[in-house]
């Protein structure tokens, strides 16, 4: 199946250049996710089930100091448990960079007349088809934390889930392309990732946090991504930024990240011979 798909994208590529190739990837990311029944439920479930344990736990003793502290602690880890949903979608599925290049696939494309760019877009565009998707199914839990998304709202959350996905998907990319193996993946996440998204604004509020903690929330692109979705999804409350330049703050991080991909895979080429 590999080498079909490898010799599908060598032969189309001089023809259409990046379209072709790009979406032939991106297809076979999506494919590949949803073949995996447990990689789907795993993805969806475990940030569920941390939701209602950890919002369960707080419960109303939750308390920030503004009205948003007057919400129940489900109400407020929403926004954040989504972001995590689209955290693991979008860095688990970049995995499939280093299965690929196990199985040699990926030496495949890479010898094949592609052009870079082609490889980095259709696999960046997988994952983020993939944990889009899986961020906005989370969203039919609305409803139960009191969330009612109006079609404006609704567009403008699926754009923030998509930049979102995009930036942290290419950032896995970025991360998965120089390994050769998924432990030492799996390390980079659990010393990098993961902090991020605890300072993300998830977990607690900016407002109440010591000082170091606020100027590394601030610093974080995550932050944005978190606090746009609650300004979405509850209006009524306080805004630690405005919508429009956590939406700027994101449009920059994406274009970063996938420049970063884009970096990683020329420089992998452009190595001298030892």
């Known amino acids: 199946m590999a080498t079909q798909t490898a010799t599908l994208v060598a032969q189309s590529s001089p023809l259409t250049g990046v379209s072709l190739p790009a979406f032939t990837l991106w297809w076979r990311e999506v494919v590949r996710f949803y073949r995996q029944r447990t990689r789907v439920v795993g993805v969806i479930a475990s940030p569920v089930v ?48 280093i299965e690929d290049r196990k199985e040699g696939f990926l030496l495949s494309v890479l010898v ?61 990319f970025a991360i998965a392309w120089p ?38 929330m601030r610093i974080n692109p995550l932050t944005y991504g978190v606090e746009a979705l609650r300004s979405l999804l509850y209006p009524a409350t306080s805004e630690a930024f405005p919508l429009a330049s956590s939406l700027a703050t994101l449009i920059l991080f994406a274009g970063a990240m996938f420049g970063l991909s884009f970096l990683m895979v020329n420089r992998r080429t452009t190595k001298p011979a030892a």
């Open 50 to 97: 941390f939701w209602l344990v950890i919002g369960s736990g707080f419960g109303s003793s939750f308390r920030s100091g503004d009205a948003a502290g007057q919400q129940h602690y489900l109400d407020y880890f929403y926004p954040g448990a989504l972001i995590m949903i689209v955290l693991f979608t979008s860095i688990f599925t970049m995995m499939s960079v």
């Open 112 to 172: 094949a007349p592609v052009p870079r760019s082609a490889i980095v877009l259709g696999k960046v565009l997988g994952g983020t088809t993939l944990s889009a998707i899986q961020g906005l199914i989370f969203l039919a839990f609305a409803p139960l934390v009191g969330v009612h998304v109006s079609l404006g709202d609704f567009l403008l959350v699926a754009l923030t889930v998509f930049l979102v996905s995009f930036a942290l998907t290419a950032l896995g």
């Open 179 to 216: 390994m050769d193996s998924t432990q030492g993946f799996h390390a980079v996440i659990n010393l990098f990732l993961i902090p991020i998204w605890l300072l993300s604004g998830a977990l607690f509020p900016l407002a109440g946090a010591s000082g170091w903690i606020r100027l590394l």
